[in-house]
């Protein structure tokens, strides 16, 4: 296979449970007591977490019920109740994946009960209201965990709760198929429902934790940037959120029809047949999650059945997300979106690491990667733009094409939204920003898609076969200013305030131009939307992709 052929644009964190060990009194024979950990009550029964880096953590907290058997395939369930205190000092299993983009996610497994969430608070006491952040990890909604994001700097430096999630994946938690979807409940967009769970679970909970249930945002990077862009435009999702955060990618949805074709395709292939009655549902429910982890893919890619994001008209609207928030259905609210400067790096960062032998890209390594992706004319179109002779090396013409083509969709978006609501749109630009891919030959990582994750969730380094590469004092810096502007933004719908970069609003009145935050080092800059968009080749692109 082709480097061009794989994957597209689109440690675990250990937590030291110090448990504080003490004797009574001086007599050496008596035998040493265990510290309590932070003790909450929920509504399913109470908790008990650990005190770590400066927050109290309470992981693996099960928000849903098990979407096994029957349940496979359908809207989460409420979580069962309990009876005397449950230990949440460790991480919930990651949900069920196969493909690991790299050293992004992984290892792999065929759990399917993995519907839990982790809070963490910077113990403030129930009656402190904080404002409270539910993140979405990134992935391309077929890999990733929580377990992954050690939110205690946002807890602490920010003083807010921020709660991140898991959440059903691939063909578990993306599937139309029409004996699925004829059964009377929300169907396709499956993770997408459990978000909205974990959501549900956060306003009747969040306040025994010290968070505000009044004042949610909603953010995510990646998958998970366009997962939050889906729940602002979702019905189903109205009033359970208040701010939103799209953290380097936006996108549309895909057509039911397409995905329905796509859910019959894996019916047949999985030995279940070619109809749409209720005896295909109960086969596919029926088969063994490790049959359906073959059919969704291999470690370097995702199979043919999968889908990403499903406009099924109840939980993505029936024409898009983009036709949705041009005509103004969606939950107005501030919102916070950017990219980074050299988003397709890190999809050739994957090409490269799975490429035999290694070596830098080639230029007609980078032909064969514009011909492959996009289709037709427009293939043709694209090699006249972007020549490769004006690049210093291939992998920058290859970089260019693949961030310029995803990141102008999202400065459209923001065009859209900044004449609705407060839009605060950004680009991260530190090209200097730690990689946690192995070394690979002539490669330069810059600005990566992926980059910022360890900017907010310190140490952040992907998968388990991710390198861990701490911050420089000056990367430090921007990080802390970085955590401020988050967690402002979280707290008033404003990322301005003590400790954060000055950011202008992206476009503060109708035909005023927008403004983009550069965040970069020595310090931050800014860039109108013109600039941007001239960097970007977006006017080529939007001619060459309309609508």
């Known amino acids: 296979m082709t480097r061009a052929g794989l994957l597209r644009p689109l440690v675990t964190a250990v937590l030291g449970l110090a448990l504080g060990l003490g004797l009574a009194g001086a007599a050496p024979a008596q035998a040493p007591s265990i510290q309590a950990g932070p003790r909450v009550d929920t509504r399913q029964g109470p908790v008990e977490g650990v005190a770590a880096k400066g927050v109290d953590q309470f992981l693996g907290i099960p928000y849903a019920a098990p979407p096994v058997g029957e349940r496979r395939w359908r809207p989460p369930a409420p979580a069962a109740s309990w009876t005397g205190v449950r230990q949440a000092t460790r991480f919930g299993p990651a949900c069920a994946q196969v493909t690991t983009l790299g050293v992004f996610a992984g290892p792999a497994t065929a759990n399917e009960d993995c519907l839990t969430l982790n809070v963490f608070t910077p113990r403030l006491g129930a009656a402190a209201k904080a404002p409270v952040i539910v993140w979405i990890h990134g992935g391309g909604n077929v890999d990733g965990a929580s377990s992954d994001y050690d939110a205690s700097r946002l807890a602490s430096l920010g003083n807010t709760v921020v709660v991140t999630i898991n959440y059903r994946l ?9 004996a699925l979807d004829a059964e009377g409940h929300p169907f396709g967009n499956y993770g997408l429902l459990d978000q909205q769970a974990a959501l549900r679970w956060v306003r009747d909970n969040i306040s025994a934790f010290g968070g505000d249930p009044g004042n949610v945002t909603l953010g995510g990077q990646s998958a998970g940037s366009v997962d939050a862009e889906a729940q602002v435009a979702s019905p189903l999702a109205a009033g359970l959120f208040h701010r939103a955060i799209f953290q380097s990618i936006v996108a549309d949805g895909q057509p039911l029809a397409a995905a329905q074709k796509q859910g019959l395709a894996f019916a047949a292939a999985a030995g279940c047949g070619q109809g749409a ?14 049959q359906v982890m073959t059919l969704q893919g291999e470690e370097s890619k995702s199979g043919p059945y999968v889908t990403f994001l499903i406009a099924d008209g109840q939980i993505v609207p029936a024409g898009g997300l983009f036709a949705a928030f041009r005509q103004g259905r969606y939950a107005h609210m501030p919102i916070m979106s950017g990219t980074v400067r050299n988003e397709q790096n890190f999809s050739a960062a994957i090409a490269e690491y799975y490429s035999e032998p290694r070596h830098a890209f080639t230029a007609e390594e980078v032909q064969d990667f514009i011909r492959t992706s996009y289709p037709g004319e427009l293939a043709a179109k694209v090699l006249a733009e972007y ?3 004006g690049y210093p090396t291939p992998q920058r013409a290859r970089d260019a ?3 310029d083509s995803a990141v102008c969709p999202q400065l459209a978006l923001n065009r859209v939204l900044g004449l609705q609501v407060p839009v605060y749109a950004y680009e991260f630009a530190d090209q200097t920003a730690p990689s946690y891919f192995p070394p690979l030959p002539g490669f330069e990582p810059l600005a990566y898609h992926t980059a910022d994750i360890q900017y907010l969730f310190p140490l952040w380094h992907g998968g388990p076969k991710g390198e861990v590469h701490p911050l420089n004092p000056q990367q430090q810096r921007l990080s802390d200013a970085l955590v401020k502007a988050w967690t402002n933004f979280a707290r008033t719908g404003d990322p301005n305030g003590p400790g954060a970069p000055d950011w202008p609003r992206f476009a503060p009145a109708p035909g005023a131009e927008g403004v983009y935050l550069v965040q970069t080092l020595p310090q931050t800059t800014t860039m109108t939307d013109r600039q941007f968009a001239e960097a970007h080749h977006c006017a080529f692109w939007t001619a060459a992709r309309p609508g």
Not at 170 to 178: E, I, K, Q, R, V
């Open 170 to 178: 691939g063909l578990f938690g993306w599937l139309a198929h029409p």
């Open 277 to 290: 009655g209720a005896a295909v549902a109960a086969c596919l429910r029926s088969l063994p999650a490790e």
């Open 387 to 389: 020549r490769l002779g």
């Open 401 to 403: 094409v693949g961030t």
